[in-house]
């Protein structure tokens, strides 16, 4: 174990109608006004929205809506939240979606302590330190975003998606009830599925050093995904499966997997965040097309940690087999494994690699993200 | 997965020289003074004492000292901290120390903020909810109390040894160097070891639903704490082994194993507290006594979880093999596995039962821990 500093102050609520409880919750923070942010209808499908407004006024707690987060969010809607939460003066943001919609809260919880633009921290320019207190309910499971500090947004006049860290944006509380995941779509489960075993994988396959407790108890997260996936295709509202599927994301990334690990990269991460910035394909969508590639790009680096993910994820031998085992898996839930399944031209390669190129310049990343690389990767991608 | 809520708002520091930053890390929640609290001469022998003395100096931090806390610690060691922590009047109480002194840290950080007699919360007449701060350095990895708010102290004039829970009691900051733990002897070594081991085995056979999620987290703790006992006997220097084994056993008890997990108990800690409080015998000794027996006293009654446990934890199959292996681990590692072993003699079981019952009373599980299941237990312990 290397050394490591671990610290997540997030309280979880989880189980069937915990959502109930949210308007208790926040008033417990002495919060007298909440900015609701939410994205598509889904929202009023199982009447949650009404159950969210209901338990705010029964606590006495005063919202302001805003509406129309779309999946890889983007900033002019984080600019509308931020201008919302500072004219009403609001001291809590409350996200009631998926990880697009909490990613934009804590965009938007940032700006609104800050006079610049909000952007400036996406791109190094500041260093993000305050935010208006986070809360969450969070419908789909996939990013992780409800147990971190992380949030992605999408640039749209730049074509830029960029992260934000910033360690005030831990959720103060978040609400994890399987069975608000139950409508999401069998596309976005093979997507969320896709998603959460890239943030494994990431780390799992770019740590210069990976204890064994760590390697275990990520395949643990690994098998979790793959069993629950297979079950929930077949039958959508199983309570059970929903919620393992729906706890290894939130474990997939709240920095438990990065305890005692070396120089752990998000290498699959950086090279989609710019596939879906350009063309706008889900996130889940383009990590299947880039995982694969990316893997065999780097296949014989450490050949012992592809034979132990072989042997404990898909029950096979080699490195090969184990590569062949995955992409056999993202083909059977229905995610694209090539440029050509997610509609991206081959002939924007050249393009793209230029652009991950001034991303990776942007915080000194030019050395490790080679243009070779990156050319091999996505040239993999086939 | 069942309704649960999470919330450890410890911050971890882990690795090597972490032990330095002490004074920084307390300085840093305003505190001023503050009762360091430890055990045995092993925080002189490799200079602990004298780094953590000059860190809080450095800080502008005064610091007051109780020595000589024991294994299974006393009630009337707890009542001295907080004399001189009221005397003194400190806003924190650090421990430098294994999980006894820890235990006896929260102890008195609870006992401090109140005027009645700390004992009153260990059995069930007062509820805590108050505590100084609390900080520690953790020489010995086993209890996981350097992660949870937990405290077992023994009332040596009654013979009790009972618990303590108090939200206040999550230590703000705790520090994890293997370093530091590489001077327990052997024997304690494998104490800890089935102690870890308790701490799983209790929720994984005790828990009326187990989500397939946590049940190979834990088995990821155990085969962990398997592999890494073993290197460590053979050789106490190995820092990744140590490393891998502390952090297993801080995670074996920091509530991340009972997330969606229903009705698990302590069983074998239940009785174990009883038989240590009896004969002061050390804690891992008893437990690695009473777990055998009560895994054979219940095995019918979940046998796909004992079976999974042959299969996943130690190689082989059915339910008799998967105890068996256990057992020949624990005879391989050196602890205890009858009360013979452990110097108990078993014409006290009618006098044990009969305790155990009593203190079961006490918090309304008569009906739960009958005389027959206590008796019947203690019997197999052989």
Not at 7 to 35: H, M, Q, S
Not at 335 to 345: A, H, K, R, S, W
Request: glycine share 8%; proline share 3%.
């Amino acid at each position: 174990m290397k050394s490591f500093s671990y610290y997540n102050p997030t309280r979880i609520e989880f189980g069937e109608k915990k959502e109930e409880l949210i308007g208790n919750i926040i008033a417990g923070y002495g919060v007298k006004k909440v900015l609701v942010v939410y994205g598509s209808e889904r929202i009023n499908k199982d009447g949650l929205f009404k159950t969210v407004a209901d338990s705010l006024t029964a606590n006495g707690i005063t919202f302001y809506e805003l509406g129309g987060v779309q999946s890889n969010p983007v900033l002019s809607k984080v600019y509308e939240g931020i201008e919302l939460a500072k004219k009403y003066n609001v001291e809590a943001v409350l996200a009631v979606g998926g990880g697009s919609v909490l990613d934009s809260v804590k965009a938007i919880a940032t700006g609104a302590c800050y006079d610049g633009d909000v952007w400036d921290f996406f791109t190094f320019k500041a260093a993000a330190t305050k935010a208006l207190l986070i809360f969450d309910i969070i419908t789909l499971a996939a990013t992780g975003s409800e147990m971190n500090n992380f949030a992605v947004v999408t640039n749209e006049q730049t074509k830029e998606k960029f992260s934000l860290i910033n360690p005030a944006n831990y959720p103060k509380v978040s609400i994890i009830n399987p069975v608000l995941q139950a409508t999401v779509t069998k596309e976005y489960l093979t997507y969320s599925a896709a998603d959460i075993f890239a943030h494994c994988l990431d780390m799992y396959f770019s740590a210069s050093y990976l204890p064994g407790y760590i390697a275990g108890y990520v395949e643990n997260i690994l098998t979790t995904v793959i069993r629950t996936t297979n079950i929930l295709i077949e039958n959508p509202a199983d309570y059970e499966a929903r919620g393992e599927f729906a706890w290894a994301a939130t474990q997939a990334l709240n920095f438990t997997t990065f305890c005692g690990v070396e120089n752990n990269r998000f290498d699959t991460h950086f090279i989609e965040h710019t596939l879906s910035a350009e063309y706008n394909i889900a996130h889940g969508a383009g990590l299947s097309i880039v995982v694969p590639a990316w893997l065999k790009y780097q296949k014989n680096s450490m050949p012992e940690r592809f034979e132990r993910f072989a042997t404990n994820v898909f029950s096979t031998e080699g490195a090969d087999a184990g590569i062949e085992a995955l992409v056999a898996w993202y083909k059977k839930i229905g995610t694209p494994v090539t440029l050509q399944e997610g509609n991206i031209p081959e002939s924007d390669i050249p393009m793209l690699v230029e652009k991950l190129r001034a991303v990776a310049s942007m915080w000194g990343g030019e050395e490790l993200y080679t243009r070779e690389m990156i050319q091999a990767i996505l040239g993999l991608c086939r």
